[in-house]
Nanobody
Framework: QVQLVESGGGLVQAGGSLRLSCAASGRTFNINAMGWFRHAPGKEREFVARIRWSIGTTYYLDSVKGRFTVSRDRAKNTVTLQMNNLKPEDTALYYC????????????WGQGTQVTVSS
């Protein structure tokens, strides 16, 4: 089992920045990758960013490239999503997720943290 807890959401004006954190606990040695997703009202859940736990390779949704940066601290078992130049369309509930070794998809999810960007 892996437990995930997000923090750092809030209300920000367009052009501003927020930093989301995700703390992992439990069987963290079994993590293969960590991801960030978002879910806006009336829309499907959307992949935002991913980072390979061991080698740190990152992947991003096209619309956030150059604005968002995902990083991880393996010693602290945390993943961070730095979000700059935020836009109103970034407003959503943001979730972190863990994909464990051997899993076909993300198999553990946090409870989410709300990000609201005002215009």
């Amino acid at each position: 089992q892996v437990q995930l807890v997000e923090s750092g959401g809030g209300l920000v004006q367009a052009g501003g920045s927020l930093r989301l954190s995700c703390a992992a606990s439990g069987r963290t040695f079994n993590i293969n990758a960590m991801g960030w997703f978002r879910h806006a009202p009336g829309k499907e859940r959307e992949f935002v960013a991913r980072i390979r736990w061991s080698i740190g390779t990152t992947y991003y949704l096209d619309s956030v490239k150059g604005r968002f940066t995902v990083s991880r601290d393996r010693a602290k078992n945390t993943v961070t999503l730095q979000m700059n130049n935020l836009k109103p369309e970034d407003t959503a509930l943001y979730y972190c997720a863990a994909q464990t070794i051997g899993a076909r998809d993300y198999d553990y999810w946090g409870q989410g943290t709300q990000v609201t960007v005002s215009s």
